[in-house]
């Protein structure tokens, strides 16, 4: 009777052995790929997560593609200075803007070599402001391409891209070659580089292009419903189809035509130099800019972008064809450097009637004015931009200054159209943000913008569909980004190389996100600490592509 009492657990410890040993071994992890020979970068300038996903069941070319890769469609370029250059500070050195030091395409420097405003991707002490020489002084950090290069000087990189700061921030300071458009010149680089062949052929097919006039192209049916021509800040636009006239460079880049010179450069820059068969794997990143162009001068939602959209998708197919066809080992990254908003007329004809232009009266320098007047001072105090940073004037000091800040910050407060207005005080104040970057704050979004150096005196955020276009105001844009809100923020992150098991994860995702996760591919270490980003595991099974 006592043995019977114990005998089920005397059998269940004699079973428990027996019954693992018959257990199948644990899997052996899939043995790791080896690292691809060319790491390509696209960023597609302004392609909002929005317009991804409106036109992505429409792709059928490179898009198409990337569709079957590694899809995020919640990317964030997390920070609150969505402009061109911090944006693109963030993709290849896998950091924000405020490590980066990139805070925005422009601020002002009163000790610089050249006392004022100061362009992202210029050296001020090399040139005036209206003939600026490009650099990469400003850039603080380096971008992937430059560690590989470090750690084996076999590594070449390429950077090519229709603005300069996108070929810059994306390249970084050890580029074997980038070219980026220069208007009434084409391509061209930093003074003393030898032009290759390709860019010269290049150029030399822009301007001939350019100075013919352009038919329209072809409208595909499905941008047909949206085909309706709408005053826009005194602009007809919504019905495009880029015809232009002869010599018009501008009308020429916000086109398709501007990404087909852009990718074909690239293309012939990956054949003449035979990227990704040289010793070590190559870089080489694409700064697609005519979508940008676009946005500015036609709106996101009418007949221009989803036709521009459609040509960049079979564009972006002949690059990836072409890579193809030499039968390099490739993996592909493309993103964009912020998102972008409607013009607000057509908003408020689709359910959004509180979309409006900025009153010309919430300019610095307008509002600077009032307040120079009221307190007896001379000349102008406020300078920056309606929707961002704004500095007081370095003549301004003590006591006087504090109540030049004081009386601004009320003043915009005060405003109906303005959301909130921060000090640099009330920013350096918060830790830098962690976490979803669509729960951050208003405040945790600028402070990844934040540089005490170069940030302004305060920063002030317009309401949600407030355009930072007053009426009448900057001739040939009609909508424009710049904003902390997430229709400027969010921007989709797809990752694709042949053979992998595509997936799509819905969560959100940062753009610097992407550096640390190509260097995952690469097996190329990252040191915890050395980026804000993290790797990503772009193997969809047990494996992983991250260390």
């Known amino acids: 009777m006592r043995f019977a009492k114990f005998a089920p657990l005397a059998l269940a410890l004699l079973a428990g052995p027996l019954a693992a040993r018959n257990e199948p071994a644990p899997a052996a992890a899939p043995a790791k790929a080896p690292p691809p020979r060319l790491v390509v970068v696209i960023s597609v300038d ?5 317009l991804f996903a409106q036109y992505r069941n429409r792709f059928t070319g490179g898009f198409k593609r990337l569709l079957d890769g590694a899809v995020f469609p919640a990317g964030f370029q997390s920070h609150a200075a969505t402009e061109t250059c911090p944006g693109h500070s963030t993709i290849m050195t896998g950091d924000r803007p405020a490590r980066t030091g990139i805070i925005a395409n ?9 006392p004022g405003s100061v362009y992202c991707a ?9 003939n600026y020489v490009a650099s990469d002084i400003h850039l603080r950090v380096p971008t992937l391409g430059e560690r590989m290069k470090d750690a084996d000087p076999d590594v070449r990189t390429v950077s090519v891209a229709g603005k300069d700061r996108a070929a810059i921030m994306m390249g970084g300071h050890k580029v074997d070659q980038i070219w980026f458009w220069r208007d009434g010149k084409g391509f061209i680089s930093y003074g003393g580089r030898a032009e290759p062949a390709a860019v010269t052929a290049a150029n030399a097919a822009a301007k001939a292009e350019i100075a013919r006039p352009g038919a329209a192209f072809v409208e595909p049916d499905w941008c047909k419903p ?26 020429w880049k916000a086109s398709p035509a501007f990404d087909s010179a852009i990718v074909g450069l690239a293309t012939a820059m990956v054949r003449d130099m035979k990227l990704g068969h040289g010793k070590s794997t190559d870089v080489l990143t694409i ?10 001068t036609y709106g996101t939602e009418g007949s221009e972008m989803c036709i521009q959209l459609a040509n960049l998708d079979q564009t972006l197919g002949k690059l990836f064809a072409a890579l193809d066809k030499t039968g390099v080992d490739y993996v592909v990254a493309l993103t ?3 998102g972008g908003n409607d013009i607000p007329e057509r908003e408020r004809e689709r359910a959004m009637p509180m979309a409006e232009r900025v009153a010309l009266a919430l300019s ?3 509002v600077g004015a009032g307040i120079a007047k009221d307190m007896g001072l001379s000349g102008r105090i406020l300078y920056g931009v309606t929707n961002g940073d704004v ?21 915009y407060r005060a405003d109906p159209q303005v959301a909130a207005v921060f000090t640099q005080a009330d920013i350096a104040d918060v830790p830098m943000p962690d976490g979803p970057p669509e729960t951050w704050t208003l405040l945790q979004r600028e402070r990844a913008s934040f540089d005490p150096a170069r940030s302004g005196d305060f920063v002030v955020f317009l309401k949600p569909r407030i355009t930072a276009i007053p009426p009448g105001d900057y001739p040939g844009a009609v909508a424009t980004h710049g904003s902390p809100w997430d229709y400027d923020r969010r921007v989709p992150i797809l990752f694709w190389r042949k053979g992998m098991k595509g997936f799509e994860q819905p969560f959100s995702i940062e753009t610097v996100d992407i550096a640390p996760t190509l260097a995952g591919v690469l097996g190329f270490a990252i040191k915890p600490g050395e980026m804000d980003g993290r790797c990503l595991d772009l193997d969809n099974g047990t494996g992983s592509t991250c260390p």
Do not use: C, M
Not at 106 to 114: F, G, L, V
């Open 46 to 50: 302004q392609f909002s997560a929005d």
């Open 106 to 114: 422009d601020w002002y420097e009163w000790t610089s070599p050249r």
């Open 122 to 130: 210029e050296d001020p002490s090399k040139g005036p402001a209206g």
């Open 226 to 251: 949206i085909d309706r021509a709408i005053v826009a800040n005194g602009q007809t636009v919504g019905a495009g189809k880029f015809e232009r006239p002869a010599n018009s460079e501008g009308k």
């Open 287 to 296: 700064g697609a800019s005519a979508t940008d162009y676009v946005g500015h």
């Open 336 to 338: 964009a450097d912020h």
């Open 364 to 366: 610095p320098k307008t």
């Open 391 to 411: 500095w007081i004037d370095p003549k301004i000091t003590g006591d006087q200054r504090a109540k030049v800040l004081a009386a601004a910050v009320a003043h």
